[in-house]
């Protein structure tokens, strides 16, 4: 059986789901093994030479998360590289060289990387099934999960409840280190460390998350909100735009953009995201249901579709390391 590895920095939050969720997604094609690294081993050559090493070598498929480390170069076996646009360095660009094809995410990603290399298919993706039936949305509260990120708009949000202090309540989730001193009396603000099972619950009861993102290379913590049926209110950018539509959920215009990285970040307009936010308030909740179960039906199928794309397609790409090996 060929060996299939994936090679990611381990970080604790996207990256190490993105490669959970490949690991589980080609689970019985063949031996899956994660290979992580540091971007700066590549300077220390004994550290450089471990790590190789450990590779497997002719009969291989390296699938590589986001970013192409300096080490990769001669490399055996067929390479895939799985790009977060807003993440990849215009710098790094001349280590596509290195890289057999590039399986893009959002077809954003498809459309940034074909400037770059000469293979490059759309393979689309998914995230972790969040939804637990027992419980039903409310849709007069508020959710925004920041995490560690910076780039999930939570200051307009907070902004917009402090001028709001009738809205109902906004329950923002975010790492300490990120949290403002104080929040507005109607925001719930949790800093602390959320057992998995008590943020599930808190993602399936809120009926209405908030994601004006900036940037996402897929964008998990959307998904995960309409695989709960839940409203999503994100940026009228690519990819999130990808993601929600008016169809199941709520896009907000942006008001201007800047570069980052190879993509780019998407600035809302804080005055239409407080005009979507009136209008979800005012809303009735049957036409928020429907709204979020819209989002659930688009979640299953964008899991199955994806589920059966990435196995071909790396089934195809393990039919090209196979007669490496044999010619090795």
Known sequence: MTQIYVVARKNGVGIDRDVHLIQSTLRGLGDIDWKSFRENNSLVPNLRHRW???????????????????????????????????????????????????????????????????????????????????????????????????????????????????????????????????????????????????????????????????????????AEAMSCRAVVVTTDGPPMNELVTSERGVVVPWQQSSPRHLGTNWHVDPHALEASIEKLIAAPPSTLAQLGANARGWFENNDAAFNSRFRERVGELLDQAHPMAVNH
């Not at 498929?61 to 390479?79: D, H, T």
């Not at 990603?109 to 998914?126: L, P």
């Not at 709001?164 to 949290?179: E, G, I, K, M």
């Open 52 to 222: 190789m090493s450990s590779l497997p070598q002719p009969a291989s498929l390296a699938l590589i998360a986001e970013r192409i480390p300096r080490q990769i170069r001669g490399l055996s076996g067929v390479s895939a590289l799985i790009p977060n646009q807003e993440r990849f360095p215009r710098r790094h660009l001349g280590r596509l060289r290195n890289i057999d094809h590039v399986l893009c995410k959002t077809r954003h990603a498809e459309e940034v990387f074909r400037r770059h290399a000469s293979s490059v298919q759309y393979i689309g993706f998914t995230s972790e099934d969040r939804l637990l039936g027992e419980i039903t949305p409310e849709f007069d509260c508020f959710f925004h999960l920041a995490g560690k990120s910076t780039l999930k708009g939570t200051q307009t949000l907070l902004e917009l409840w402090r001028r709001h202090p009738q809205w109902p309540q906004l329950t923002v989730v975010q790492a300490a280190d990120n949290a403002p001193p104080s929040v507005p009396a109607n925001v719930r603000l949790i800093t602390n460390y959320l057992p998995d099972d008590e943020l599930q619950r808190m993602q399936n009861r809120h009926g209405i998350h908030l994601c004006p993102s900036l940037s996402e290379g897929w964008g998990h913590y959307i």
